[in-house]
């Protein structure tokens, strides 16, 4: 009896101890993966910026792709609301989605103005600029982060554009949970290539940018403000119709292009 007691006992410590020292194993793990998870995001990140700029490849190495955003790709801060360049925000650590969070830094978006699902919005906003690849600093495309509710998930992306500041360069999401097959071919390279040359804005500059259930009528006289929907998932396309309404409207990067156009790029 005294015997089979020992014998409980002993395994409830041997289990207790591998227990310990399992947690120890995966707390510690998690806290020295942690930078190398931060780095390979920002990396992941960069190589986005650069493909929906246009320039890069996805084959490119982690020291390649960090060598060509450091060349080619201007951070910089910028407050939504006037589109003036922060004076205080440095670009390297600032985290716009970071602010979104903290009521301190971002508001609350009435339901009728959050066309693009997101709560709220930050009051400053980072914005990356391709220049010219022989060293004059001179604008190639503007590249514009944006956000929005899809079907299942918030799709995290980058809006880049000619320095007409109305012609797509492209558009594509780096972060995204919509279904594999259906709402998740907004990565599919063919739906891609359906951006470069489509215009945003109208005449009097308001966002002019359609997601097209059927297909776009080749010729029509709005096509070039057309994108075909993705087959068979009408809300995830509806979602970036308004995801772009947002970003390119007074809530978003509205008043920050309103300045350039003024100022000039
Ligand atoms: C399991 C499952 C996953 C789905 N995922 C998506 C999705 O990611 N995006 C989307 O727009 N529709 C998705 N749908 C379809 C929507 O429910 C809806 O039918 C569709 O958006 C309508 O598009 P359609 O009019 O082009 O058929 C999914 C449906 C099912 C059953």
Same mark, same amino acid.
């Given at each position: 009896?005294?015997?089979? !007691?020992?014998?409980?006992?002993?395994?409830?410590?041997?289990?207790?101890?591998?227990?310990?020292? /399992?947690?120890?194993?995966?707390?510690?793990?998690? @806290?020295?993966?942690?930078?190398?998870?931060?780095?390979?995001?920002?990396?992941? +990140?960069?190589?986005?910026?650069?493909?929906?700029?246009?320039?890069?490849?996805? &084959?490119?190495?982690?020291?390649?792709?960090?060598?060509?955003?450091? !060349?080619?790709?201007?951070?910089?801060?910028?407050?939504?609301?006037?589109?003036?360049?922060?004076?205080?925000?440095?670009?390297? &650590?600032?985290?716009?989605?970071?602010?979104?969070?903290?009521?301190?830094?971002? /508001?609350?978006?009435?339901?009728?103005?959050? @066309?693009?699902?997101?709560?709220?919005?930050?009051?400053?906003?980072?914005?990356?600029?391709?220049?010219?690849?022989?060293?004059?600093?001179?604008?190639?495309?503007?590249?514009?982060?944006?956000?929005?509710?899809?079907?299942?998930? &918030?799709?995290?992306?980058?809006?880049? @554009? !000619?320095?007409?500041?109305?012609?797509?360069?492209?558009?594509?999401?780096?972060?995204?949970?919509? &279904?594999?097959?259906?709402?998740?071919?907004?990565?599919?390279?063919?739906?891609?290539?359906?951006?470069?040359? +489509?215009?945003?804005?109208?005449?009097?500059?308001?966002?002019? @940018?359609?997601?097209?259930?059927?297909?776009?009528?080749?010729?029509?006289?709005?096509?070039? %403000?057309?994108?075909?929907?993705?087959?068979?998932?009408?809300?995830?396309? !509806?979602?970036?119709? %308004?995801?772009? %309404?947002?970003?390119?409207?007074?809530?978003?990067?509205?008043?920050?292009?309103?300045?350039?156009?003024?100022?000039?790029?």
């Amino acid at each position: 009896m005294s015997s089979n !007691k020992e014998s409980t006992a002993r395994t409830l410590i041997v289990a207790l101890v591998v227990s310990l020292v /399992a947690s120890v194993f995966v707390a510690g793990s998690a @806290i020295y993966l942690k930078p190398v998870q931060q780095e390979n995001r920002l990396l992941d +990140k960069q190589r986005s910026i650069l493909a929906i700029a246009g320039v890069g490849s996805p &084959t490119l190495s982690a020291r390649e792709a960090q060598e060509l955003f450091a !060349k080619r790709i201007r951070a910089e801060v910028i407050d939504l609301a006037t589109g003036a360049p922060s004076e205080t925000h440095d670009p390297l &650590t600032f985290d716009p989605l970071k602010a979104a969070r903290d009521p301190a830094a971002s /508001a609350a978006l009435p339901g009728d103005v959050d @066309i693009a699902l997101i709560k709220r919005r930050e009051q400053y906003a980072t914005v990356y600029r391709l220049v010219k690849a022989d060293g004059s600093d001179e604008l190639e495309a503007l590249i514009l982060p944006v956000r929005g509710y899809g079907l299942w998930s &918030t799709l995290y992306g980058f809006l880049a @554009i !000619k320095p007409d500041l109305n012609t797509v360069v492209g558009l594509g999401f780096y972060q995204h949970g919509e &279904t594999p097959g259906l709402g998740g071919e907004v990565d599919n390279p063919k739906w891609k290539a359906l951006w470069p040359g +489509k215009t945003l804005f109208d005449a009097d500059g308001k966002p002019n @940018i359609e997601i097209v259930k059927g297909g776009v009528q080749p010729g029509g006289k709005d096509a070039a %403000h057309q994108v075909d929907a993705l087959a068979g998932a009408t809300l995830t396309s !509806k979602g970036i119709d %308004h995801l772009l %309404h947002f970003w390119l409207g007074e809530q978003g990067f509205g008043p920050y292009l309103a300045r350039l156009r003024q100022e000039g790029v």
